[in-house]
Every structure is written in structure tokens, then in C-alpha cells.
């Protein structure tokens, strides 16, 4: 797999997909969680930063049309990507 297809799939992977599926929630995260980490480790350098790991777990989890928006408009201040998951 080429880097730029990892992002474009990273920018793909949705959360919601997994529980409309019949995933449980917990489950689907865990599962997106995984993929993230195992994805963003083939993204070009550029994108390969605990920051776009957040980004990316963010768009998955909260939608494109949330996860475009700063996180203060969610009510949250700088978080990792790990502070992601625990949520």
C-alpha cells in the first residue's frame, strides 16, 4: 500500500460504519483505534505525528462535518490522541 492511499484511506475510515454493521460502540472504537494506529504508520512523514493520528481518530469517530470544526467548538482543549480514546 502506498503512503498517500493510507491517508486517503485514513480520511475514509468511519466509526459508525462499523456499529451500523451490528459492532457495538466500545467495539467499534477499539477496532478504529487499531486501524488508526496501524494506518498512520504508512501516511507520508508529513502526516505521521501524534497530531494527525488525533486528526484522523477524530474524523472517524465524530463525522467529517464535526471533526472540521476546532475542538473548542466540542468543548475541549488540546487533545492527544490517546485523550481521544479515552473519551
Known amino acids: 500500500m502506498d503512503q498517500e492511499q493510507a491517508r486517503n484511506d485514513l480520511k475514509r475510515l468511519c466509526m459508525s460504519a462499523l456499529v451500523a ?3 457495538m460502540e ?3 472504537l477499539d477496532k478504529t483505534l487499531k486501524v488508526v494506529e496501524r494506518m498512520s504508520k504508512k501516511v507520508p512523514k508529513g502526516f505521521f505525528s501524534n497530531q494527525h493520528r488525533a486528526n484522523f481518530l477524530r474524523l472517524a ?3 467529517p462535518q464535526w471533526a472540521k470544526k476546532p475542538l ?3 468543548g475541549a482543549s488540546a487533545v492527544g490522541f490517546q485523550d481521544l480514546f479515552r473519551h
Open 72 to 74: 473548542s467548538g466540542l
Open 21 to 23: 454493521k451490528g459492532m
Open 61 to 63: 469517530v465524530l463525522s
Open 26 to 28: 466500545k467495539a467499534a
